[in-house]
């Protein structure tokens, strides 16, 4: 291959060889940053659907509880919720089954850049992945640094050590080096924007 250089030194670079690395480029950008104000949830909701519609795994969102007490009609064809109250303190966020093992996880954000609040779980939600962890569950969160634009699977094992200790430490957030050396961190793609089953199985394998 013949090497051509301009006048100047540099480097000819042929246009369709150009072209190729600013489509690169682009999809890389649109990774990156075609999220970027899209709720956490809306992006698992997406990937799920696309879990389900390949067959890999098969997990939902939960419905929340909530009981309706007040409805207006103010139109024939609309209804419109005045009044309505949870049934029953929601457990987590999402559940399911993959590869013949029950999934059941929280997703949570954080705009914080060096820790995530404790205060954002409820103690019925420890006690949840408590006793999923007792079946064999498979037991997790997902959780978002929003600032950051860094996603991290983190086991619920974790999760409870440090809600259990608490307390005793005065430590009220998990530092982001914790998540660092005991989560799995998560990259976005394309198709699942959030491939979180890659960091299932690393957990699993841990």
Request: net charge positive; proline share 5%; aromatic share 12%.
């Amino acid at each position: 291959m013949t090497l051509i250089k301009y006048p100047n030194g540099n480097r000819y670079i042929p246009k369709q060889a150009v072209n190729r690395q600013l489509a690169v480029k682009k999809k890389h950008d649109e990774v990156l940053f075609g999220h970027r104000g899209m709720a956490l949830e809306d992006e698992l909701n997406a990937s799920n659907e696309y879990y389900r519609a390949t067959e890999q795994a098969v997990v939902y969102k939960k419905p929340t509880p909530v009981q309706i007490v007040k409805v207006d009609y103010p139109k024939r064809a609309k209804a419109v919720i005045k009044e309505a109250y949870f049934r029953q303190p929601s457990t987590t966020d999402y559940n399911g089954v993959y590869q013949g093992r029950y999934l059941d996880f929280e997703a949570k954000e954080t705009k914080n850049k060096k820790s995530f609040p404790l205060k954002n779980f409820h103690q019925h939600q420890i006690d949840h992945f408590s006793r999923c962890l007792l079946q064999q569950g498979i037991c997790f969160v997902i959780v978002k640094f929003v600032s950051l634009q860094r996603l991290f699977l983190y086991p619920a094992t974790q999760l409870i050590i440090h809600w259990n200790e608490q307390e005793s430490t005065g430590h009220k957030s998990i530092a982001l080096a914790d998540f660092e050396k005991h989560g799995f961190e998560i990259d976005y793609a394309i198709q699942p924007t959030i491939p979180y089953l890659k960091a299932v199985d690393q957990l699993i394998m841990h």
